[in-house]
Nanobody, 120 residues
Framework: QVQLVESGGGLVQPGGSLRLSCAASGSIVSINTMGWYRQAPGKKRELVAAITSAGSTNYADSVKGRFTISRDNAKNTVYLQMNSLKPEDTAVYYC??????????????WGQGTQVTVSS
């Protein structure tokens, strides 16, 4: 069993910053790609940023230069540093992890989501 626990969401002023954290625990051999997705009202869930176990990253065009994804493999934790936040960043942010459970089993897991609200 694998659990993803997210933290760091909340209310912030435009131009402010937040750091999201997501810690994976349970039966884990290793974790391949970890990522952050978000879903705003009236929009589909979209990839915000992703990072491989080797450290390669990918960002949505809308957050490039403002957000930074990182991970601590020893802690099975992924972070999303969000700077210069805009109202359009308001969404529920979801953590995702591609988890290797055994030599033959690979599972895709999601966190429960954390609300990020950017407003004056």
């Amino acid at each position: 069993q694998v659990q993803l626990v997210e933290s760091g969401g909340g209310l912030v002023q435009p131009g402010g910053s937040l750091r999201l954290s997501c810690a994976a625990s349970g039966s884990i051999v290793s974790i391949n790609t970890m990522g952050w997705y978000r879903q705003a009202p009236g929009k589909k869930r979209e990839l915000v940023a992703a990072i491989t176990s080797a450290g390669s990253t990918n960002y949505a065009d809308s957050v490039k230069g403002r957000f930074t994804i990182s991970r601590d493999n020893a802690k099975n934790t992924v972070y999303l540093q969000m700077n210069s936040l805009k109202p359009e960043d308001t969404a529920v942010y979801y953590c995702n992890a591609d988890v290797v459970r055994s030599s033959w089993r690979r599972d895709d897991h999601w966190g429960q989501g954390t609300q990020v609200t950017v407003s004056s």
